[in-house]
């Protein structure tokens, strides 16, 4: 076979000429060894990968593969670790087949020794890797063989294992690892019984129907040359064609389907090894010390996985295996650009447009990075002989289309600046050393910054006027000011000393020096209207000063204070005649009670509001009731809700000086917050239940007394309510005469004493009634040739939302309804059902009937007669083609065992205290 390059691609090409599909990136190199042959490329091989197994699938070990495992970039493990014999001390092993025919193994004598390295080597001797006896180990004896590799290879030609003397395992898995052996999937599985050992059917991959199927194949019928293989090129074939005409279609879905490429891929490749060679024929542990395993090579066709970016894979000074990596790239796997060459975004080469393919190079990058919040120039003023200011802001970022953007120089930091100008510049940079600047100046300044200092600005000044006075006369001392400059000037003043009105009057001075810069002073003269004064208007006592905040001043005679109205009140008082419930009509009464003077001067009524006067429904029901010290007035209420709010208001004039509200005297109406549930339904009613209302959990005041179902079969429908239930009865509600298949809603309110104590209806629940059972008509029975019992019957008609679910067939001995057992259930649209013969006893006679399900399951059908037919009843006899395959089927197996036999001891060695290896 020979090799040709031509633009970037390979080709290998048959004796005659002829294309064999191979396509590369940049080249094709193979570097092949004994137990792993790796082709370190990026390379898809069909046709060809065949043919080097076909023409002798072994070499000599290269330089590179021995690298590797010396490097520990390739490494070799037995678990478990003692399943290698003579680890334990001279074992003497013999021949599963041949009992005399034996051979020493120990660890201490290297021509004696099989160690798991014997499946490297070059097997020049050949050599093989030993276990020790089953009879070692507890049953099963499962060994694993694992090959790690330490970086991601994809899998291009068959998976061989080669056995020693072609001493095959009769139970096996093939498995590979994606991520380093942290989780494992089967590639396939080998078995004698693959039915009873994995569940599957044996398949030959010949026979495959999917690319990534995993089967399952009988070592006996797959043997050849004492080699077990995952083959992977009739896999490949699938989707490329026998001749590779549509390798295309394969290179796609390489390159677009992660899963697929995932499949074919692996850190690791694991053999485990479930029981040895005809070990499913051992009776108990009887002779497990002549059963083992024994490997005497691997071979494997891989690519290294280079993105396709690289040629070939070598060991860097750290004695990693990394792809020789071309198009800009760089990494282990050739899996981003190159520092400079990051002007667009990486990809992995492409092997379309087909059958070109896409290096996808990575580009020089002339892109510089993009600064982002550069700040604008700074200004600080500071007072005058200052030498510095600290200055602060939000650092600028930078980002660049390779993903990387750093710092290169930065000329200040924020902090103390300097009285003057700074121009201060940050520098930034890619990898490929396109740069990006931002400046901007910090500019501080002297000036007089220092305001005027004002001195003697007054406090709030508080004065109190007798009710119905407009203004007082209120003086204070004007404050001063002075300043750093030695000029200092009155810029404005809201309010002098003199006459201020009843309420509060902020007064501003606000002052300037030369610079101007301003200083002000704000004070609130507060003149307030003092009821206190009613009760004296010259000398007083102290128990005339009855506001808490006022005092009887000796030196003056007067009360001083800073009382509202309101607060000097004695009280004020509303009371309701009688609870209610919502809707109804209630007395409130307002009351005030406080001096003469006060009763005197001031009204008070109902409102709706605090804030104003609202009568809205309400009628005053008495003329005030005045006495000395007490006003009183009774109004009504008419349809009270429970959110109305009610004021009894204090007014002087048109002016509102105080209320109170008058709360209480509406009961809350019990709710039950969770929905009835069901307890029964039928065609033509529904029984529901809920639970009692609880003062915890629910709203509402108690008692509650009974309870009132209610329900509707449409939403737009009015509510119909069934017959009130005591509380003290069991809270359970049918409601009858109801219509089939239809939706009802239901809900509860709970009802306290009294007229006009039924709480609003709770959450509620929709409940379908059942449909109209149907049974299924003109059942009819047929007893086969086989004694099956044939059912058939006639489709009912039903008229129920949800149709027919299912039939179910029924049996039981004539006279003997507790016999009645099911014999299955048939489709919704069936019209027949097989019973199994084997379900009857012979000579019986049963009956057979058939129920339908819609919502609920019918009663039984009319009930068919059958006997089954006893044993001594004539069945026919099988056909002669059954007789002959009955006789051919033996002999062939006495063939096939016969010549299995003669090749094995052919290929025996004439002495064991080595086997030799023998390929043909």
Known sequence: ???????????????????????????????????ILIGISECFIHGVAQDLADNGYITPMTEFSQTLFQAKRLTLRIDPEDATCGRKGTETLCDVNSPTTCFDCTDELPSNSYPPEAMLDDDNPPSFWQSTYWENYPAPFEVNVTLSFWKVYQMES????????????????????????????????FSTDCLGDFDLLSTMPRDLTNVTQVICTNPDFYLRDGFLSFELLPRYRLLSGPDGSFVDELN????????FRAF???????IHLMRPFDAQNIVGQISTDR????????????????????????LNVNEDVVCNCGHNT??????????????????????????????????????????????????????IGTTGFTVFWNEPTATDNSGTAFLVSRSNSPGVFLVGTTTVTYRYADPAGNEAVCTFDVIVQEADVTPPVISGCPSDIFRTVEIGTTGFTVFWTEPTATDDSGTAFLVSQSNSPGVFLVGTTTVTYRYADPAGNEAVCTFDVIVQEDCIRLYSTSQCSPNECSCTKGTCTSQTGRCEATCSVFQCLANIVSETLSQIYPQSSVEIKCILEGSTAVVNRLQIRLSRSEQMIDEHGITQETAPDISANRREVTYRVTSVSED??????????????????????????PFISDPPTEVTRTTTSVTITWRPWDEENDVGDPPVVAYIPYYKMDPSQDWMNGSRIQAD?????????????????????????????????????????????????????TLTATNDVTVTWQQPTVQCSIGITQFTIYYEIQGDVSSRQEAGTAHPNSESFTVDGSLLEPGTTYKIAVTVTTDQESTLSERISVTRAGNNESEPPPSSPVYLVALVIPVLLIVILLVVIIKRIRRKPASLSKPVDVRC
Not at 264 to 270: E, P, Y
Not at 342 to 360: I, K, L, T, V
Not at 646 to 669: E, H, M, P, Q, R
């Open 1 to 35: 076979m020979r090799l040709r390059k031509k633009k970037g691609k390979c080709y290998f090409l048959s004796e005659d000429g002829s294309t064999v599909d191979c396509f590369c990136t940049g080249g094709f190199t193979m570097l092949n060894f004994v137990v």
């Open 158 to 189: 068959d998976m061989r294992v080669q056995f020693a003397d072609g001493h095959l395992p009769s139970q096996m898995t093939l498995e590979k690892s994606l991520d380093f052996g942290q989780t494992w999937e089967v590639f396939q599985y």
């Open 252 to 259: 796609k879905l390489f390159e677009e389907d992660p899963d």
């Open 264 to 270: 074919f891929s692996f850190t690791d490749i694991r």
């Open 291 to 314: 059963y083992h395993y024994s490997i005497q090579d691997i071979f494997l066709l891989a690519s290294c996985h280079c993105n396709l970016h690289g040629e070939f894979c070598f």
């Open 330 to 383: 760089e990494g282990t796997s050739c899996e981003r650009c190159a520092p400079g060459f990051e002007g667009a975004r990486w990809q992995p080469a492409s092997f379309f447009p087909f059958p070109d393919g896409s290096a996808n190079t990575c580009i020089a990058d002339v892109t510089p990075p993009v600064i982002s919040g550069c700040p604008s120039d700074i200004f600080r003023t500071v007072e």
């Open 644 to 669: 109305d709010q009610f004021f009894c208001i204090l007014s002087l004039g048109a002016s509102i000086v105080g209320s109170i509200n008058v709360t209480g005297f509406v009961y809350k109406l």
């Open 729 to 781: 009865q069991k809270l359970k509600y049918t409601a009858s005469s109801l219509e089939s298949d239809r939706n009802y809603t239901f809900s509860v309110a709970a009802v306290r004493e009294g007229e006009g104590g039924e709480g609003p209806r709770g959450p509620a629940v929709t409940i379908k009634t059942l449909c109209i059972k149907v049974v299924p008509q003109m059942v009819t029975t």
